[in-house]
């Protein structure tokens, strides 16, 4: 199968930074755009299906709230922010990215032609911190936590990470989110425990919705209701 464009076959990378969590690089390839952490591959711009879907099944399970106020952890190459902010629905978008150079190459760097409208959006703001921390401090609220942080609850880019998807971690996450509020989480893979996880840290209406992909095992966003 022919693509549109060419790709070659080395990277570019146009900045590395050594960060308080490890390396992030972000690399040109043929007209993509990568970020990559301690050597993970994260995300690319190639696509994002799955962030823009990931918003959408959260507001879907906001079943009419007014304006609701969404809360997306971590910025990537900014789909699931653009595709927010195109959403006349969402009263405020607030995103937390803990990673300095992530929010450089948005503020003035490549990634700013695909977030460049988002960040102009007045409901939008970034939150420099680490996710885990800002659910514990934050005395905002929201309707919506969308969580697109790691490759899924099972395969997480940095030790620490771990912790966000315990029950003690997802208890913070409950914390910032009004009754009826809905967290969604996105994985790269099903993931059975963190359903039941979910569960234990209080959460109701848990389910699994499956994103499919050209091949292999599907992407899915793990849906759950803050009682209330």
Same mark, same amino acid.
């Given at each position: 199968?022919?693509?549109?464009?060419?790709?070659?076959?080395?990277?570019? %990378?146009?900045?590395?930074?050594?960060?308080?969590?490890?390396?992030?690089?972000?690399?040109?390839?043929?007209?993509?755009?990568?970020?990559?952490?301690?050597?993970?591959?994260?995300?690319?711009?190639?696509?994002?299906?799955?962030?823009?879907?990931?918003?959408?099944?959260?507001?879907?399970?906001?079943?009419?709230?007014?304006?609701?106020?969404?809360?997306?952890?971590?910025?990537? %190459?900014?789909?699931?922010?653009?595709?927010?902010?195109?959403?006349?629905?969402?009263?405020?978008?607030? /995103? %937390?990215?803990?990673?300095?150079?992530?929010?450089?190459?948005?503020?003035?760097?490549?990634?700013?032609?695909?977030?460049?409208?988002?960040?102009?959006?007045?409901?939008?703001?970034?939150?420099?911190?680490?996710?885990?921390?800002? %659910?514990?401090?934050?005395?905002?609220?929201?309707?919506?936590?969308?969580?697109?942080?790691?490759?899924?609850?099972?395969?997480?880019?940095?030790?620490?990470?771990?912790?966000?998807?315990?029950?003690?971690?997802?208890?913070?996450?409950?914390?910032?989110?009004?009754?009826?509020?809905?967290?969604?989480?996105?994985?790269?893979?099903?993931?059975?425990?963190?359903?039941?996880?979910?569960?234990?840290?209080?959460?109701?209406? /848990?389910?699994?919705?499956?994103?499919?992909?050209?091949?292999?095992?599907?992407?899915?966003?793990?849906?759950?209701?803050?009682?209330?």
């Amino acid at each position: 199968m022919s693509l549109p464009f060419d790709i070659p076959d080395a990277p570019e %990378v146009l900045d590395r930074r050594e960060g308080p969590y490890g390396e992030v690089v972000l690399r040109r390839h043929g007209e993509l755009l990568q970020i990559i952490a301690n050597g993970c591959f994260l995300m690319d711009t190639s696509d994002g299906r799955s962030e823009r879907l990931l918003v959408d099944a959260a507001l879907s399970a906001l079943a009419g709230h007014p304006s609701p106020r969404l809360l997306i952890g971590g910025l990537g %190459v900014g789909f699931s922010l653009a595709h927010a902010a195109a959403d006349p629905r969402w009263g405020g978008i607030t /995103v %937390v990215e803990r990673e300095r150079a992530v929010i450089d190459w948005h503020l003035d760097g490549p990634l700013a032609a695909l977030s460049g409208a988002a960040l102009a959006d007045p409901r939008s703001k970034i939150v420099e911190a680490d996710l885990l921390d800002y %659910v514990n401090e934050t005395c905002d609220t929201f309707d919506a936590l969308c969580l697109d942080i790691d490759n899924g609850p099972d395969w997480t880019v940095t030790e620490g990470n771990d912790s966000l998807y315990s029950e003690a971690g997802l208890a913070g996450c409950a914390r910032v989110l009004r009754p009826g509020g809905v967290l969604a989480v996105w994985s790269a893979r099903p993931s059975p425990e963190f359903e039941g996880t979910m569960g234990n840290a209080g959460f109701q209406q /848990v389910r699994t919705e499956e994103i499919p992909v050209a091949r292999g095992v599907p992407d899915v966003v793990h849906l759950a209701v803050r009682p209330g």
